[in-house]
């Protein structure tokens, strides 16, 4: 999820490139993971505004995949919950 090494590099770069685009043409993002206090962490680092998802279940992953056009997954480890994600 966004709050793991790799994810949370991922969003450090997404919200750096984000946030160099004007408010007006500004893309909603949003993070996804299973620890909402982690989460809220490292939305608060961000100088953009990213949605929070708290991820713990099917009905949870299916809503936030419905809210979004495009899904960047950093979710492990994979062998355990990758696949609900694709």
């Not at 490139?17 to 043409?25: A, D, F, K, R, Y």
């Amino acid at each position: 999820g966004a709050t793991g090494y790799t994810g949370s590099l991922m969003v450090e770069h997404l919200d750096a490139v984000l946030s160099m685009q004007p408010e007006s043409h500004r893309h909603q993002w949003g993070i996804a993971g299973r620890n909402i206090g982690k989460l809220q962490n490292v939305a608060s680092n961000c100088r953009t505004e990213p949605r929070v998802f708290h991820v713990t279940d099917n009905a949870q992953l299916s809503h936030m995949a419905s809210k979004c056009r495009v899904i960047i997954s950093a979710i492990g480890p994979y062998s355990v919950c990758g696949e609900d994600v694709v």
